[in-house]
């Protein structure tokens, strides 16, 4: 069992920065791919970035390649996502969640455990 607990998320204006966190629990944080995931009001959650399980591949959304990203701290068991020159349409519910073994990218029925989430807004 795996519990993710995220972190980080807050109001910020559009072109600035956010450093998002995710916890996870547990000694076997460095067996699971790890991924980033969004949910805005009204649509449906979307692959945001992610980490598979050696941390040597790492994947993101188009929208946001050259301005996220993410790495893990298997130390810390954390998974992070920088978040730079952020746009209102970035803003929206981030989740974390792990796979066993995955690769860094799948779709969101994939993954075994979430975290609660943590609400990022961007404003104009």
């Known amino acids: 069992q795996v519990q993710l607990v995220e972190s980080g998320g807050g109001l910020v204006q559009a072109g600035g920065s956010l450093r998002l966190s995710c916890a996870a629990s547990g000694r076997t944080f460095s067996r699971y791919a790890m991924g980033w995931f969004r949910q805005a009001p009204g649509k449906e959650r979307e692959f945001v970035a992610g980490i598979n399980w050696t941390g040597g591949s790492t994947s993101y959304e188009d929208s946001v390649k050259g301005r996220f990203t993410i790495s893990r701290d298997n130390a810390k068991n954390t998974v992070y996502l920088q978040m730079n020159s952020l746009k209102p349409e970035d803003t929206a519910v981030y989740y974390c969640?792990?796979?066993?073994?995955?690769?860094?990218?799948?779709?969101?029925?994939?993954?075994?455990?979430w975290g609660q989430g943590t609400q990022v807004t961007v404003s104009s």
């Open positions: 969640a792990a796979e066993a073994y995955g690769s860094s990218r799948a779709p969101p029925s994939v993954y075994n455990y």
